[in-house]
């Protein structure tokens, strides 16, 4: 078990290790990564690795992140329904949903998810992830270990698995950035704790986020403010060139992060007169496809994943987006607010996986839906490694807002993935009937989940950089496997 963690003990270790990775100055070359754009180049072109991309099954990832944790019985793997009713004893309840049939003979999901129920022979649905054992349960802690493979701290600056991939395959399409993040704001409760992983770390600015915190104004990511002449935008970015160059990472930062951050800005010039950058002008959407995804954020945000996918972006993350008591992170009033949820969720999420297939990109195309963990009303971790209460659960149920999946559970999670040669049509894994509803059968592991995404895509499972003269894998150790039964 580990030590207890708050927030404040969080926010010092990852803001030590990213000035660490500043120190460090720049990553050496591993078995694919390099510190060079140039070179990397020319490993890409290599015989060795252009044989393993040739054999890769996709292109292009979609991370569909359900920020909070969403309960895997009331989402993708229900059990015993026992409906409200005052007086309710609270250990009774498993599922507060009906469950629905699904195009899958045999295979239900909860109520509410009936759109998605109706593409699950396009993809796998995983009912058998397992998350880290954290100590004291922190969204913030679970999502980092959740988007980098490592658990905080680190004694650097850890990269996300977009950024990892944005420097193992480069981008699809030099103009559309190679790893986009939509629909997150970094200015909300926890926006520090956001900021440990929406980060390329230790590989350079050029290979972190291109942030769109709203998909309605993607268009404004990519172009000057309003009223601004693009010699004036000219003219204010060599103004910020200055500073930059007079400032502290100016003085004290390596030669190589510094050549990254100025490769960065060159890749928004060549996106902000590109031909391209309409794809993030949603207001060309046809009204139909439009009014489909339009269930709020996430679902525009699935939008524009799927125009970005069509003009060969490499890695999107949409979310929908972690805020402290709101989406799916139900301290109460659970029943009541995944209704919502799955309003957000469930048509935008299988128009996408339609349309990709449509247009044939869902081939080479991953598209995973995932939580950090999931919950259960009466159990806080996971059974035999319990950890303090963060809600109270009364064991008598008078009144609607304790009717629901309250408390953090790790020990039985759900992640659908479709495309990207991923087996259509299957379930993968099981999870206990009863409480507690932990998995019982063919667990599965971070390390597991990345190194399947990274075989997909044709990155070498060992693949990693030099940093403060240690070998820094894309998962620990670089001993991880892909899940092969998952693949078709």
């Given at each position: ?63 569909l992140w359900m920020a909070g944790g969403m309960a895997h019985t009331d989402t993708f793997d229900p059990k015993r329904y026992t409906p409200f009713e005052k007086g ?132 404004e990511s990519v172009k000057p403010p309003v009223g601004m002449s693009y010699k004036r935008f000219e003219r204010r970015n060599q103004l910020y060139n200055d500073l ?245």
């Amino acid at each position: 078990m580990h030590a207890k963690w708050n927030r404040r003990e969080f926010l010092r270790t990852a803001s030590a290790a990213t000035l660490g990775a500043l120190a460090a100055g720049a990553p050496m070359a591993g078995l694919l990564s390099s510190c060079s754009t140039d070179k990397n180049k020319k490993l890409l072109a290599s015989d060795t690795v252009k044989a393993r991309i040739a054999d890769s099954k996709a292109d292009t990832v979609i991370l569909l992140w359900m920020a909070g944790g969403m309960a895997h019985t009331d989402t993708f793997d229900p059990k015993r329904y026992t409906p409200f009713e005052k007086g309710l004893d609270a250990n009774r309840v498993l599922s507060t949903f009906k469950s629905v049939p699904t195009v899958l003979d045999d295979v239900y999901l909860s109520e509410g998810l009936e759109s998605i129920g109706k593409v699950l022979d396009k993809g796998t649905l995983i009912r058998s992830y397992v998350a880290a054992d954290l100590g004291f349960i922190l969204h913030s802690r679970h999502q980092y270990h959740w988007h980098t493979c490592y658990e905080p701290p680190q004694s650097v600056a850890a990269p996300h698995i977009g950024a990892w991939i944005a420097k193992e395959l480069g981008p699809n399409n030099p103009v559309i950035p190679a790893f986009i993040d939509i629909g997150q704001r970094l200015t909300l409760g926890e926006g520090e704790e956001l900021k440990a992983f929406h980060t390329s770390g230790f590989l350079g600015n050029e290979f972190g986020p291109f942030m769109i915190p709203d998909p309605t104004t993607g268009l404004e990511s990519v172009k000057p403010p309003v009223g601004m002449s693009y010699k004036r935008f000219e003219r204010r970015n060599q103004l910020y060139n200055d500073l930059i160059s007079n400032s502290a990472f100016g003085e004290f930062g390596s030669g190589y992060q510094k050549e990254s951050l100025m490769r960065s800005m060159e890749q928004s010039y060549m996106l902000l007169n590109s031909p391209e950058a309409k794809a993030f002008d949603l207001s060309t959407e046809p009204k139909e496809s439009y009014d489909i995804y339009n269930t709020g954020k996430f679902g525009l945000g699935c939008l524009l994943a799927r125009r970005l996918t069509e003009k060969g972006a490499r890695f999107i993350s949409v979310t929908t987006e972690y805020e402290p008591f709101k989406g799916w992170d139900t301290h109460e009033n659970g029943y009541t607010r995944l209704k919502e949820m799955k309003k957000q969720i469930d048509a935008p999420v299988a128009q996408l996986i339609k349309d990709l297939d449509k247009t044939g990109h869902l081939d080479r195309t991953l598209v995973i839906l995932a939580s950090e963990f999931s919950r259960d009303m009466m159990v806080e971790g996971r059974p035999g490694e319990k950890v303090k209460e963060q809600v109270d659960q009364p064991d008598i149920i008078d009144y609607i807002k304790y009717y629901g999946m309250h408390r953090h559970f790790t020990d039985g999670c759900s992640i659908l993935m479709f495309g990207g040669g991923i087996k259509k049509g299957n379930v993968y894994g099981k999870t206990a009937d009863e409480r507690p509803c932990k998995t019982i059968e063919k667990p599965i592991v971070i390390d597991q989940v990345h190194q399947t995404i990274y075989h997909a895509l044709g990155i070498a499972a060992d693949a990693h950089a030099m940093v403060e003269e240690r070998p820094f894998y894309t998962t620990p150790d670089g001993i991880a496997k892909p899940v092969m039964e998952l693949f078709a």
